[in-house]
Nanobody
Framework: QLQASGGGLVQAGDSLSLSCTTS????????VGWFRQAQGKEREFVTY????????DYADSVQGRFTISRDNAKNTVYLQMTSLKPEDTAVYYC????????????????????WGPGTLVTVSS
């Protein structure tokens, strides 16, 4: 079961770190993604990481401001967000899928098989 945490209310320009943990399983050989959904908008891709290889990718909107990382010992994925903007306000979700080596669209929410309940990030101007 996935659990995202760390959301809150911050001001524009601030930083915030989110965590994604799992219980009852390991992230080994998984792909872990972060998505977000602003009110009234569709869920959008933020970033992802391949657990074993450490390969990462980011949406253009967060490139250079957000960093995804993993802690093998804690079986936790982090999303470090800096220079936050009001348009970053959304519910942030972590999601996983197994990585088989076959091609998949890492930015498509449909590719991920397990989702956590999300954590709200609000950035005030």
């Amino acid at each position: 079961q996935l659990q995202a945490s760390g959301g809150g209310l911050v001001q524009a320009g601030d930083s915030l770190s989110l965590s994604c943990t799992t219980s009852g399983r390991s992230f080994s050989n998984d792909v872990v993604g972060w998505f977000r959904q602003a009110q009234g908008k569709e869920r959008e891709f933020v970033t992802y990481i391949r657990w074993t290889a450490g390969i990462r990718d980011y949406a253009d909107s967060v490139q250079g401001r957000f960093t995804i990382s993993r802690d093998n010992a804690k079986n936790t994925v982090y999303l470090q967000m800096t220079s936050l903007k009001p348009e970053d306000t959304a519910v942030y979700y972590c999601a996983v899928r197994s990585f088989s080596g076959a091609y998949f669209d890492r930015s498509s929410s449909r590719e991920y098989t397990e989702w956590g309940p999300g954590t709200l990030v609000t950035v005030s101007s």
